[in-house]
């Protein structure tokens, strides 16, 4: 599978069938991980595997009743929880080194979406949620208070492959030169 049609087929995958995926799979999502871009390479980024299924239903209630993604969670055979190293990315001698603030947000971001075409790409699906009580879910995972979970998204075969949904036109959000040139 070449990189735009990863990048055109991957979806937002919110119902699972119940196969383990094999170890190697998993290995090759964790692989893309590990090479996406970071602030000064400062790879910012840890991930928890969940696989037990009360630690897993833990999480889905981290999430507020009737998002989509709760029941993902417990039914895909793998969570997995991506986390955010404070005070590493965008940081140079201990201050802030833009207006952006910590980096990690954006890193983490960055390594989800190489999680997310690299699971597509060997046939697995994700759904990536953010909207979810972090604080709680940090709880669930034990991860320390330097360290935060940006990102939950369960790992596994699609029950069902959602429709592509409607994208902007490029001349949309493409402008010339200055704000507002097309």
């Known amino acids: 599978m070449d990189s735009m049609e990863a990048i055109k087929g991957r979806r937002s995958v919110r119902s ?11 290995r090759k999502v964790l692989e893309a991980i590990q090479w996406a ?3 000064a390479n400062t790879q910012c980024w840890e991930v928890i595997v969940v696989k037990e299924q009360g630690t897993k239903k833990q999480l889905a209630e981290t999430l507020p009743p009737g998002n989509p993604s709760r029941e993902a969670i417990v039914q895909a055979p793998i969570t997995l929880a991506v986390i955010g190293i404070k005070g590493r990315a965008g940081f140079y001698k201990g201050a802030a080194a833009t207006d952006k603030g910590d980096w990690y947000m954006f890193d ?19 759904v990536i949620v953010g909207l979810f009580d972090a604080v709680k879910a940090g709880k669930v995972l034990q991860v320390p208070e ?16 959602p429709s592509p949904p409607k994208r902007k036109e490029i001349d949309e959000f493409v402008y010339h ?4 040139k097309r």
């Open 37 to 39: 871009p970071s602030w």
């Open 16 to 26: 699972y069938k119940s196969d383990p995926i094999p170890e190697e799979k998993l």
């Open 177 to 180: 030169e200055i704000y507002g």
């Open 108 to 126: 983490t971001g960055l390594a989800t979406q190489n999680l997310c075409l690299a699971a597509h790409a060997q046939g697995l699906g994700t």
């Open 146 to 161: 330097d360290k935060a979970v940006v990102i939950i998204t369960p790992l596994g075969l699609p029950e069902k492959v």
